[in-house]
């Protein structure tokens, strides 16, 4: 049974700082994905890393993929409020749905 | 990519009641993904709906308490029946797209439909 662990579940940080969101998962896979969810909405796609080695960047968060260490990160450069959400990953083996994190809630203060 | 249209976006119910919640895809896909997410947890999947098949149900769901039909490549409903206040979640509707086959690259979801059971 595949498992995704996320790791911190819980970040509080102030404006300006870095900081990384891990997601380890217990099944090889070369799919895995990063959302956003803010209060009372739906999710919100970041980024699909599909092989080893990936990196993706999209303004003030960069993803990466380790498939030989089943890890991914999601790194926050100087962080701003608006990035205050809930971040999950989630893990696809063989295209039949998703086994999701259980979210890392980030609060942003100024 | 997918776009995906739920109904009712929101709704409650009363307990003992059932409710009918509609996902249409803007495009033709083989598997459409039922998901459940409770107050201040994660997702979880709930069952896969294929066109022409029964849906494949996950560990600790049934078919008798969500029953799902998928009459075609562009739409799927899930029931949630005889509804306790322990239903009282998000329940959201995704495709998977882009690349072919198992090698699909990218995982869409509609906006959810929030249910609260009194």
């Known amino acids: 049974e595949l498992k995704v662990e996320q790791n911190p579940l819980f970040l509080s940080m102030q404006e300006g700082k870095n900081y990384t969101i891990y997601c380890n998962y217990s099944?090889?896979?070369?799919?895995l994905y990063w959302y956003r969810q803010d209060p009372g909405k739906s999710l919100e796609s970041l980024f699909v890393?599909?092989?080893?080695?990936a990196v993706k960047q999209e303004g003030r968060l960069m993803a990466s993929l380790d498939t030989k260490a089943r890890l991914s990160t999601l790194h926050i450069t100087a962080a701003v409020h608006d990035l205050s959400a809930t971040y999950f990953c989630?893990?696809?083996?063989?295209?039949?749905?998703?086994?999701f994190g259980k979210g890392t809630h980030l609060i942003i203060q100024p | 990519s997918a776009v995906i249209s739920q109904k009712p976006s929101r709704d409650i119910c009363q307990r003992g009641t059932s409710l009918t919640i509609q996902c249409q895809v803007d495009?033709?896909?083989?598997?459409m993904f039922w998901y459940r997410q409770q107050p201040g947890q994660s997702l979880t999947l709930i069952a896969t709906?294929?066109?022409?098949?029964?849906?494949?149900?996950e560990s600790g769901f049934v078919i008798d308490k969500f029953p799902i039909s998928r009459p075609n490549l562009t739409f799927s409903t899930l029931t949630v029946s005889n509804m306790s206040p322990e239903d009282s979640s998000i329940y959201l509707c995704?495709?998977?797209?882009?690349?072919?086959?198992?090698?699909?690259?990218?995982?869409?979801f509609g906006q959810g439909t929030r249910l609260t059971v009194v």
């Open positions: 099944t090889t896979s070369d799919r």
């Open positions: 995704s495709v998977e797209a882009g690349g072919t086959g198992r090698f699909r690259t990218e995982a869409f």
């Open positions: 495009s033709q896909v083989t598997m």
């Open positions: 890393l599909l092989s080893n080695g």
């Open positions: 709906a294929n066109q022409g098949s029964e849906a494949t149900y």
């Open positions: 989630a893990v696809d083996i063989s295209a039949d749905g998703l086994t």
